[in-house]
């Protein structure tokens, strides 16, 4: 059996323990891999956290693969059955922090892009990477930094391919068009505190907050769309009361959290859940933090090629999909019209003993390549 270049790379990077926000060299193997390829390397520094923006060639279409060299941290490292920055094949699995999100995905782009030039020196258009250390923690320093560089000098990708580990039971089955956004609120609905005894002297913010809450929760936000499931509203935590049974309290503190579509802005339901408040009078304070927006890439060009490479690598039928959290994708979808994450299944990410079978490791690196193929092989 031939080793395969792409294990062998995602095995070098998950021996570094790149904790999030430290890329710990993983960006500077890349590079060392890269510029031999043609690629004009740039390491950009912000704050601790390195990003790399890596392109080949100057012509449209400018096609990007995007993603992130850190990972979350590994929790007791005693409850995983290997070390976790120890790459260890066990049972036709690769086990390690990343291996699944997404080292593997990042090894598999750089064998894709030798192979694809190997085959396609005079390619149409350009191929970029913009890589980040920054994406499992605040992700303020990191891709969001480097589209903004972008923007400023004009560099306009056509087409952006994330690295996400979308796959639910097998390489291939979905892949992420969008994602929703999250806008969560702090609620602070004040009160009158006083003895239990004497309900009279005092206001209770709990009961005046009852009704207005059963109305946000049954309020329904919009109904979706082709793409989306409805906007979703949902109480994380309440908080009130002094620990003591016979204190009326002065306040309850609410969070809450939206996860909506692009049936909806966020300007929109900000000014809705004032008004459900406000009708409710409630003395209140809400502080609003909105920590992504949502994006929407419909079917076209770039899933296309995306679902024929996956269908002929694998023959599976892929599936667009919006559901799961944010990514960087919401950054990229601002400078580039065509944005899909694609990758390995998630089953195991930020769990112990994450893994991804190895099976799946080459057969990424081809549906990448094939993609490649579908979009840049022949010469304008």
């Known amino acids: 059996m031939t080793s395969s270049r792409t294990l062998a790379l995602t095995e070098q990077l998950i021996a570094q323990s790149s904790v999030t926000p430290d890329d710990k060299g993983c960006q500077r193997r890349l590079i060392e891999l890269l510029e031999p390829l043609g690629f004009r390397c740039e390491s950009i520094e912000s704050n601790g956290v390195t990003n790399l923006w890596a392109r080949r060639g100057s012509a449209a ?98 087409y952006c391919l994330v690295g996400e580990p979308t796959s639910s039971e097998v390489l291939g089955d979905v892949i992420k068009n969008g994602r929703r956004g999250s806008l969560s609120g702090k609620l602070t609905i004040k009160g009158v505190q006083c003895h239990i005894a004497y309900p009279q002297l005092g206001r209770n913010p709990i009961h005046q907050a009852a009704p207005a809450l059963a109305e946000l929760a049954a309020e329904q936000w919009d109904a979706g769309n082709e ?19 016979n204190v009326i309290p002065g306040e309850v503190v609410v969070d809450f959290n939206f996860r909506f579509s692009t049936a909806s802005t966020h300007e929109d339901l900000q000014r809705r859940v004032h008004a459900i408040l406000d009708k409710h009078g409630l003395e209140y304070e809400l502080k609003w933090a909105l920590s992504g927006l949502p994006f929407l890439t419909p079917r076209g060009v770039l899933s296309d090629a995306l679902s024929r490479a ?3 690598e694998t023959g599976v039928t892929t599936e667009l999909s919006t559901t799961g959290g944010t990514s ?9 019209p065509q944005v899909i994450e694609f990758g390995p299944p998630n089953a195991s990410i930020h769990k112990i003993d994450e893994h991804i079978e190895v099976r799946y490791v080459d057969p990424l690196k081809n549906i990448y390549r094939r993609t490649l193929e579908n979009l840049l092989a022949q010469a304008a």
């Open 227 to 245: 793409y989306y499931l409805p906007t979703s509203w949902q109480m994380s935590n309440i908080h009130a009361g002094t620990g003591a049974n």
């Open 61 to 158: 279409p400018l096609f990007v693969f995007a993603g992130h060299t850190d990972v979350v941290p590994t929790g007791p490292a005693e409850q995983w059955q290997s070390a976790p920055f120890q790459p260890t094949i066990r049972d036709g699995k690769l086990y390690g922090r990343g291996a699944a999100d997404m080292k593997t995905s990042i090894a598999a782009f750089v064998v894709a892009c030798e192979e694809f030039i190997a085959a396609h020196p005079d390619h149409a258009g350009s191929i970029a990477f913009l890589i980040t250390s920054d994406e499992e923690g605040p992700a303020t320093d990191g891709t969001v930094v480097v589209c903004r560089m972008l923007e400023e000098r004009g560099e306009k990708p056509d």
């Open 310 to 312: 996956i269908a002929s």
């Open 328 to 336: 960087d994708g919401r950054f990229i979808a601002r400078i580039c």
